[in-house]
């Protein structure tokens, strides 16, 4: 075990910004087509290189005239114009305007020589009769009103004149910027490159999402590299993702390499197991420059930086959760920085913790939580710590509570402030915990943003009970009930779920306990294990034995698992003969159902939330249940 | 005149709003991988297929045993098992631990069989000795801490497990989300689809960007066609980019036709000519349904809004102003929603206003407004309103004021919200108002987040004594200079700019009097037009005539440009002999130069400005200004 690397000189996480924030990570400029300009950051001043507009603008419709000829025009006394003409916007005017005359004339056409203003058309009358010049023409126009010289004219270059500055360096381009250099006539700009982000998970366990995991061996899906892609990409940078690599120097080294000389940032993940380490440290060592490893901070503190060659590198932790967390507290504001955007814009939040929680002291931790709002509309914080191995941590959290280095505990009730993930965050309109249940799945989806957490029914209870929830979702048996609203249920159909065509020919709950059958049962958290340990108890007292006789001859019934699903999933599989599960699962899985009771799912909500609004959905959607309930077998509305 | 379309009845901006919601613009769901999936919005919920992890896993680096074999064990009284292999991550365990025996685990390996709990490597250390089964292994572990059982194991499914709900419909996709996703080995998600948005300009006199413009006969740039689709991509849609069309019946028929049938919605700009007009309600009759025309908001009055064959149809006024505000206002929030997305963020400021402001009554206003912080940190809120043909009104300003129907002024300091353009516009540090110079111009490419207006020396004294703008830049002679802190400033060699190698041999300003020349002047907003006129004068008092005896008699002297460049440019362009300007200009376009003498270029700031840091950062750029002066001709620090 002597080759285990450990970080014991950890860098404080103002440092490992500083050793960031020192890396050369890009910062050239390239040419892009107004079109694909949204988002860019100029790299050069813009002048202007035209006038805009470019010529003396009617800017109404109306007559061009010489303002001299309407003095003392109004209502009741118009001056009286030979119409000798008309100009369309986009085309060169056919004739000039002498002293008394008028030209009918479009927004956006260019004045005729020696008109020097337009009169709008609604403060005009026309009228027929002699108008064409030296002729016999038709037209004239009354002008009702007086214009001053300029009146309705946009002069050339008024807009934006020729050799004007138009658009400093450092500008990020959004519409208004883009139609500032249209009317220019700028057909391409020079931005800012996004930097170049070679993307690189190591470790032999990894397989890319769509592959086949051979979970026997360990195997797991590559979560960092889909991930931090994003993140790169939403920090204003190019991610490049390379294949996984395994812990394996030579192969490792290359693919470093190579991404150090195609890019300018390279950022890997997982490279914890000791053999990785060392082939990076080597990698770092021979071809570049180690500035850290290590940051004390929690999640995220086997972090490694330096360089490879002429690029950076940043060494993220394995956990998806950690990587993230570093990636987002350290290397997306120097990738944000490189393509010249400004910093994130960050969002907070005030609240008050809904528990107590308590830490290890010495690290500073950035502790995920999520948030829930109360009847009173106050916003509660609670802690979301399921281990930096969940990934389901990435999505239960809000945000971030930034607890220092010396903070022991935080007490229910203190007044915490979180940091968002994104401004984008919304909190969930509705928290709810309890049982899984696919009737519940399809509920969920008619909500605006509801957070469930299917933890089961127990745990769902417990939450109700303390504060934390709006509502709680129980199936089966409940004990102790806290005080709380019903809004609303349905009843399922349970029993065993066997394999197809029961070969097994298994007939109820007696079988399990008297033949040579394996069994997989749900956690008791599950309220269908509470159902289930109900109607064991009814088979003892049958058979007048104690219940855990019955319970301890079933192989299996101790052998839990988490999800509704999960035990119907092992019998498909062949490694049981019998799972707790519903009807609805194992037609929808194509298996074999032992019916053994029917069991009620009730949703039940904390008495002073009821005035949420999410809560009044809930509750209609409740009162109509049909179309949810549809196609699902052994479901029934209460 | 007759076939002039008038907007009579206009649409209240809710009526308005509800028309364009009610209009169905795509909607639809496509498949996506990972990689392009940031940003999207799930069309369906994912359930998990797999658990997560799919294994019972190590969560730490360690000794995979039996928790009872540990009963007891601490630092004084450890419990030494031995070690009978090693299991890594992503590879199957090749033993199984039986009671009294510990494995070598790393963190992320699966569990043996037998092993319910992992010791971590920290509260252990590993002794030579015998230790393999049954045989003369080396190897064994003291164990100093009791672990319970489960400890630092994760079990299978205890993250995600299969059947789970994983992510609901209407998920916007981030990195958090990207990550859940791989853990379930998802590849790629269902999303809402990108609605297409047709865009059309249309008029006779557009010219796209990077075109040959010929001013002459009106042509100008298309504006609207770049930022309607920048603002198309910034809500979420796919821009379908058509090449403009003329105002002629048959091809904008035949344009329309083909973009409703690719696109779910066709946004046109600029058919408010009488023509086009016609041909839009002709085509919008005929193939689809007129909802409304003309909204009781300004700017935008001339809009229309109506389905053409299966698609929605919204003509946007021509003016790149109102079109954007339009847009902004009624049609990003529709593309939004199409798109799944949330409604954007939106962001206010509250201010006062800097200046009172009048308006016409009848309708309601959006009216464009910059920002800049006063002396205290306050908020002052300036109109930006130039005319809705100015396309600098797009990037001057910071946000809008929606100011009612029946408001006809807003009163100097009247506080007021702005709302945003979006919350990522930042407010200028540092508001400017003045002369227009190359090297000032080089200044602020170093300033961040300056908003400098070059409208001349004399609206620069005046916003800095109304008290608007932190510094006004000044050049030449100043009267009635207001109370001001002069920052610095420079000198620059001012004169006759005439076409290259000088042909009509001008000597200076008595031959611009004396001869037939022609010549461009600035306008009277200008200090280098003060500096000649205070030149003119000295002429004048040498020939002791009155002062309009010699201006009178320049050809041209009233044939004022805004900007300092288009004099020169005019000389350039063969339409006159001579024009006002800078040294530097000149050698900058290639022409010839007669000097007439030097003016001083100052800035002034607002004495209670002085204490913002851009106004100390523009002091200390402006007390070493030898490299903005660099290769400027005629230009010296003061």
Redo the contacts between chains.
């Keep these: ?1 002597s080759d ?1 690397k450990e970080f014991r000189d950890l860098a404080s996480p103002e440092a490992a910004r500083e050793a960031i924030d020192s890396l050369d990570i890009g910062g050239g400029t390239e040419t892009v087509g ?2 694909e ?2 988002g860019r950051v100029l790299a050069e ?1 813009v ?2 290189s ?6 003396d ?1 009617a ?1 109404m ?1 109306g007559y061009a005239v010489r303002a001299r000829d309407t003095f003392g025009a109004g209502e009741r006394d118009p001056a009286v114009l030979p119409v000798i003409g008309t ?6 005017p056919a004739v000039s305007v002498e002293a008394g005359e008028a030209v ?1 004339i ?5 004045m005729p020589d020696g008109a020097d203003a337009v009169v709008m ?1 609604e403060r005009t009358s ?1 009228r027929d009769g002699d108008g064409e010049r030296g002729g016999d023409g038709e037209r004239s126009v009354a002008v009702e009103t007086a214009v001053t010289p300029g009146e309705n004219v ?12 138009a ?4 500008t ?17 700009v020079p931005v800012r490159a996004r930097p170049r982000v070679a993307i690189v998970s190591t ?9 086949e ?1 051979d ?17 790169v ?2 920090a204003g940078g190019e ?1 490049v ?1 390379y294949p996984h690599v395994d812990d394996e120097a030579d192969a490792m080294a290359e693919t470093l390499t190579e991404a150090a000389a195609d890019c300018d940032l390279v950022v890997t993940s997982g490279s ?2 000791a053999s990785a380490v060392d082939v990076v440290y080597r990698v770092v060592e021979e071809r570049g420059e180690l500035l850290l490893h290590g940051i004390a901070i929690k999640p995220g503190k086997p972090t490694i930086v330096g360089r490879i060659g002429d690029a950076a590198y940043v060494g993220l932790p ?1 956990y ?1 959760v950690s990587a ?1 967390s570093i ?1 987002r507290t350290f290397v997306a504001p120097a990738i944000r920085a490189a393509a010249g955007l ?1 910093e994130a ?1 960050s969002a907070t939040v005030t609240g008050s913790m809904a528990t107590r929680d308590r830490y290890e002291a010495g690290r500073r931790r950035l502790l995920p939580v999520g948030l829930v709002t109360d009847g009173d509309g106050e916003t509660l914080v609670y802690p979301v710590d ?2 930096s ?4 941590s ?2 239960e959290a809000d945000g971030v509570v930034d607890v220092p280095a010396d903070t022991s505990y935080l007490s229910a009730g203190e007044t915490v402030t979180v940091e968002l ?4 965050v ?1 909190p969930p309109t509705l928290l709810g915990v309890g049982e ?1 249940d696919p009737a ?2 399809r509920l ?2 008619d909500l ?3 957070r ?1 957490l ?1 933890r089961g029914s127990r745990p769902g209870l417990r939450w109700l009970r303390d504060g934390i929830a709006d509502a709680a979702v129980v199936a089966g048996p409940v004990e102790d009930r806290p005080d709380a609203v019903e809004l609303g249920g349905w009843e399922r159909e349970w029993g065993l779920v066997v394999p197809a065509g029961n070969p097994a020919d298994v007939a109820g709950l007696a079988d399990l306990v008297d033949r040579e059958l394996s069994f997989v049962n749900r956690t008791t958290d599950s309220g269908l294990r509470t159902t289930l340990g109900a109607a064991m108890a009814d088979l003892a007292d049958e058979r007048s034995v104690d219940r855990h006789e019955v319970t301890d001859a079933v192989t299996g019934f101790d052998l839990d ?6 035990p119907a ?1 092992m019998v498909a599989a062949g490694d049981a003969d019998a799972g707790l599960g519903l009807r609805a ?1 194992a037609a929808d899985l194509g298996l074999g159902f032992v019916s053994v009771g029917t069991e009620t799912v009730r949703v039940l909500a904390a008495p002073d939330r009821t005035g949420k609004d999410s809560l009044s959905r809930l509750e209609a959607r409740l009162a109509d249940l049909d179309g949810y309930l549809d196609g699902l077998e052994g479901y029934d509305a209460e």
């Design positions: 075990m285990r107004l079109a300009a949204r001043r002048d202007a035209v006038d805009v507009p470019g010529f603008r800017s419709d100009v369309h916007a986009g085309e060169a009918e479009s927004t956006g056409a260019v058309v026309e946009m002069l050339a270059g008024a807009d934006v004149a020729a050799g004007e500055r658009l400093g360096p450092g990020r381009l959004t519409a208004r910027e883009v139609g500032l250099l249209s009317a220019l006539g700028v057909e391409s470790g032999d366990e990894l397989v890319r999402p769509g592959g995991l979970t026997d061996a360990g195997q797991i899906y590559d979560v960092n590299t889909y991930t931090t892609a994003a993140g990409g939403a991610a993702v914890t197991s394995g998806p993230l990636f400004p814009d399921k281990g191995g969940a990934t389901t990435l999505t993930f994104s401004p984008d919304r899984d519940l799945s969920l989806d605006a943003r509801p469930y299917a698992r988490r999800a509704f699903e999960s999933r699962t």
